[in-house]
């Protein structure tokens, strides 16, 4: 089956900078990378994804970027504020008919004021 | 929040007792997953199923089953609690109607003494 890696498993920034967390795949058939933000006590909460026809997509100060050759994508955020801390989980999906998702490990992010 | 629920929200109980969380959808969607989330591991696939009486196993599967008989119900069964079935439970459907897109419930907090 797929195999996710995601580093760092910590990230602490000052306010206003840029994080970037990076994932890894291993199944070279996926084709759906979605990223989910989880606050403390919380559900994920879908935040972005993208598709293997793409490789890149914004969505105001966060965007995503796909390598599809190298097997890696990326989640950017850019102009931190305190409330995008949370911990973050990449995922990519198999090619069984249910595209299922397999995740990382997940990245703490801490926005430091 | 996608209209999901579950419940119950938080339930302890005792190591070889039967368990069954469930997960309720007010939308029809085809797809449905449960997942369980511990510290290190992130999310993992529990069962997930793709109509009425359509189920299939996922990564983690042992020591669970599931069931649905209806569109907006999906049930998770634990036949014999064992301790290290403590964990997170989310449940998550899938809005795009092809597996992916998915958005999770509140969460079932389940401990097992």
């Known amino acids: 089956g797929e195999n996710v890696e995601q580093h760092p498993s910590t990230l602490s920034v000052q306010e206003g900078d840029s994080a970037v967390i990076k994932c890894t795949y291993s199944?070279?058939?996926?084709?759906?990378f979605p990223w989910y933000k989880q606050e403390l006590g919380k559900r994920p909460q879908l935040i972005i994804d993208?598709?293997?026809?793409?490789g890149e997509k914004k969505d105001q100060r966060i965007a995503v970027t796909l390598n599809k050759t190298a097997k890696h994508f990326s989640l950017h955020i850019t102009e931190t504020q305190p409330e995008d801390s949370a911990v973050y989980f990449c995922?990519?999906?198999?090619?069984?008919?249910?595209?299922?998702?397999?995740f990382g490990t997940g990245t703490r992010l801490t926005v430091i004021p | 929040d996608a209209g999901i629920t579950q419940s119950p929200r938080h339930k302890v109980t005792e190591t070889g007792t039967p368990v069954t969380l469930r997960c309720h959808q007010t939308?029809?969607?085809?797809?449905m997953y449960w997942y369980r989330q511990d510290p290190g591991h992130g999310l993992r696939l529990i069962h997930y199923?793709?109509?009425?009486?359509?189920?299939d196993k996922g990564e983690v599967s042992d020591g669970y089953s599931v069931s649905r008989s209806k569109t907006e119900d999906f049930l998770l069964t634990l036949e014999s609690a064992t301790s290290s079935q403590t964990s997170v439970y989310f449940c998550?459907?899938?809005?795009?109607?092809?597996?992916?897109?998915?958005?999770f419930g509140p969460g079932t907090r389940l401990t097992v003494t």
């Open positions: 998550a459907i899938s809005v795009s109607g092809t597996g992916d897109e998915q958005y």
């Open positions: 199944d070279s058939a996926s084709n759906y």
């Open positions: 993208i598709r293997s026809n793409v």
């Open positions: 995922a990519a999906s198999d090619q069984t008919g249910a595209n299922n998702l397999f």
């Open positions: 939308e029809n969607h085809r797809y």
């Open positions: 199923s793709y109509g009425v009486k359509d189920t």
